[in-house]
């Protein structure tokens, strides 16, 4: 089913059919969720609707403790998997133009966004252009503000991007050919503002696992933050039990020999009792163990279920660790990250598709079979013993088992490999030129 049959089968060929698609109901449920998690992120958590109580006949605010930790894991897994550029492999000439393009449209710092609108949201979306200096450069759609439409084939045929600024409501129309404007600036009614070709199809729909569809993602959030709650829950109202506590009762045992009650302003007043009688405050006890023991476990089950490291986020003492030992404890993060590397791996490939059939608009062609020979290298950032692995590249050199430009690429200390290479051979390297006498070195 292509887009034309399916706006005549479901709207009837309605050429604004696109803004029903955006009310719909699936489609509304799913920016009230991206909203939601924003809010989350933003500090708005379920503690801070914890209502007053009376305490003593006054009204208490109790105490409403906010941990976003949910932030810090998510930055973490972001930086794990890509604090360290993802490495284009292939074809030496097509990695060559790839590399260009990367650079000039900042592509590292784009991956790091999707992956955290990923983790953050479970999907994004990517518009490939050609900007103004001819340069290709990339366009994040949010998952709250992009729609993806498929057909019954599970195929996207179209892509609908709607926002509002300034007041005006913008909606642009994503085809395989074309990207159509509209908008309803002036008045109520939506016109047409505008067409212009679509040189890279339709955007490219990042997304990751979801059990109910494989048509949108699902947040990381969603895993977890029901634990972030409970901590948050306990943490509070232990620290108001706490203040609870710490306030004695004045306890008398016996005659009192002084008229009246006993006065609040105990402390510094005299108080006569009888003979034999006993006077003494008395406090309420804490049982801080069984505290200790379920906020560690409701910690332990968080890191577990978020595949986070204890030793990541200063849970765990470590010392004199090997690098065996190091890749055990960040087990389960490589795991993660490896799930993680999929959904960008999926987006990944179109992505470059796209780039090379916009570069055939600059003259560049680059061939299938070269394409074909595209791959990605991600480089986790795990802590890593460098002495022992300088040892380990070292001894396969002197057994003629590891080239120099492998050593050069995989050293901890080396941030330019073709700028290194090129000074163990006295070449001078510049970085605005590619300078075939670099390559040669290669």
Do not use: C
């Amino acid at each position: 089913m292509n887009l034309e049959q399916y706006v005549n089968a479901k709207y009837k060929g309605k050429s604004t059919w696109f803004i029903e698609e955006t009310t719909s109901y699936e489609n509304q449920e799913r920016v009230l969720n991206v909203s939601s998690i924003k809010d989350y992120l933003n500090g708005e958590h379920e503690i801070l609707k914890r209502p007053n109580y009376i305490y003593n006949g006054e009204v208490v605010e109790p105490r409403r403790i906010v941990i976003q930790m949910a932030k810090t894991i998510l930055n973490f897994k972001a930086q794990y998997l890509l604090k360290n550029p993802v490495n284009l492999i292939g074809d030496e000439s097509m990695v060559k133009e790839f590399n260009k393009v990367n650079k000039l449209g900042r592509f590292d710092d784009i991956n790091v966004q999707i992956l955290l609108q990923l983790l953050k949201f479970g999907e994004v979306s990517e518009y490939l252009y050609i900007d103004g200096n001819g340069r290709i450069q990339s366009k994040l759609i949010a998952a709250d503000n992009g729609v993806p439409v498929y057909n019954n084939y599970n195929e996207m045929i179209a892509f609908i991007e709607h926002y509002t600024f300034d007041g005006i409501t913008y909606y642009n129309l994503y085809t395989d050919v074309s990207v159509k404007e509209w908008s309803n600036e002036g008045g109520k009614t939506i016109t047409k503002i505008g067409e212009r070709p679509s040189l890279s199809g339709l955007p490219i729909h990042y997304k990751t696992l979801h059990e109910l569809s494989d048509r949108i993602g699902k947040s990381e959030l969603d895993d977890y933050q029901n634990i972030l709650d409970n901590m948050e829950d306990m943490l509070s109202k232990y620290t108001d039990s706490m203040y609870k506590f710490l306030n004695p009762i004045p306890v008398v045992t016996g005659q009192q020999l002084t008229n009246g009650s006993i006065p609040k302003e105990i402390v510094g007043a005299g108080l006569t009792l009888d003979d034999g009688s006993d006077f003494k405050l008395v406090n309420g006890q804490l049982d801080s163990k069984s505290f200790d023991l379920v906020y560690k476990t409701l910690m332990q089950t968080l890191l577990d279920v978020s595949s986070t490291p204890a030793v990541s986020m200063n849970k765990t003492d470590i010392s004199n660790l090997s690098e065996v030992s190091i890749k055990l404890l960040f087990s389960l993060a490589d795991t993660q990250a490896g799930v993680n590397e999929t959904y960008l791996r999926d987006g990944f490939y179109q992505r470059w598709e796209k780039v090379q059939h916009l570069l055939k608009y600059k003259g560049i062609v680059i061939e299938d079979e070269e394409l074909i020979s595209l791959e990605f290298n991600f480089v986790y950032n795990t802590p890593s013993n460098h002495k022992e692995i300088l040892d380990n590249m070292k001894t396969q050199f002197d057994m003629n088992a590891l080239s120099l430009e492998t050593i050069v690429e995989q050293s901890p200390y080396v941030n330019n490999k073709l700028r290194e290479l090129s000074r163990l051979n006295g070449v001078e390297y510049d970085t605005a030129k590619d300078d075939s006498k670099i390559h040669n070195i290669i």
